[in-house]
């Protein structure tokens, strides 16, 4: 075994020398898995990690474990893992029900801000493979460069853009100490999501937060729960209406994977072009955004 540090949970766990069952039910952490070379190591997913197909990563036909925030951990038992990956947030609860079980696990951060760039150093570590991490947070850090280069050459520097989510049925609005807030930031961009003095907003907080802030806005990137938004599908404040809408795709920007920061600069492209239509939407799906 060996002792890692677990930053989330502020204190040592014992992993294994050698990986090589895996259950993960995160999709930006099964992305990371996936490109860390332990694709035939994945034994277990949640139904959200499936998604990551259409987006072009290669993710095994394992079994269902549980849902983002829950576990079976019959299903668990069954498989014999002999590692857990867990993200902090919502998934803090599972920890219980893996250490009764006597499952070992591990808990990566929720990237705040810039954070995002160390997220696949942060995985590759707990699983051994760290050079490996590091390659994924340079392609991860290029692709935020590409983002910013397309933004100069676009003549974006400076759009002011507002970003939105679905998750679920909750309507969301990102902070500022969020990944999405900050990588739009730094690619050039005037995020009025910085006015929010949180990562994320939810409910009527994110939608009284919108209306406020939508009165600004050049143009608004909307995620929606779904692999292939239709023009014309998002519910927005009434404050939103007539402004330019980029309609993307389920994970498209929730994801904090090395694969967000890759896709950032189609994503830039695409709101330009919502941006020249100067009202209605421009909708992506999944597809639209994969890489290579």
């Known amino acids: ?27 930006s952490v099964t992305a990371v898995m996936a490109d860390l070379g332990f694709r035939e190591s994945i034994v277990g997913v949640s139904p959200w990690c499936r998604l990551l197909r259409e987006y072009g990563v290669d993710v095994p036909d394992a079994p269902i474990v549980g849902s983002y925030a829950s576990i079976s951990v019959e299903v668990l038992k069954r498989l014999e893992p002999d590692l857990v990956l867990l993200a902090g947030g919502y998934q803090l609860r599972i920890v219980e029900d893996l250490e009764r079980a006597g499952v070992r696990y591990f808990v990566t951060r929720l990237p705040r801000g810039l954070e995002v760039l160390e997220f696949p150093i942060e995985v590759s570590y707990a699983v ?35 970003v939105a989510m679905m998750i679920g049925s909750d309507f969301v609005l990102p902070g500022i100490a969020s990944h999405v807030v900050q990588c739009l930031g730094a690619a050039g961009l005037r995020v009025l999501n910085d006015r929010v003095e949180a990562s994320y907003v939810w409910g009527e907080q994110a939608e009284g937060c919108a209306a406020e802030l939508c009165a600004d806005a050049d143009l608004i990137l909307y995620q929606l729960p779904t692999l292939h938004p239709r023009e014309g599908g998002a519910k927005l404040p009434s404050a939103c209406v007539g402004k330019p809408i980029l309609v993307l795709p389920v994970l498209a920007l929730s994801d904090y994977s090395h694969l967000f920061l890759a896709r950032l600069s189609k994503i830039v492209r695409c709101a330009a072009n919502a941006l020249e239509r100067r009202g209605g939407y421009v909708a992506l799906s999944a597809s639209d955004l994969r890489i290579g």
């Open 1 to 27: 075994m060996r002792r890692v540090y677990c930053y989330e949970l502020r204190r040592y766990l014992e992993v294994p020398e050698r990986v090589e069952r895996v259950v993960s039910l995160t999709p």
């Open 128 to 162: 051994g493979r760290v050079e490996r991490g590091f390659e994924l947070a340079r392609r991860g850090l290029e692709g935020l460069w590409r983002a910013r280069e397309v933004v100069e050459s676009l003549g974006l520097r400076g759009a002011r853009v507002l």
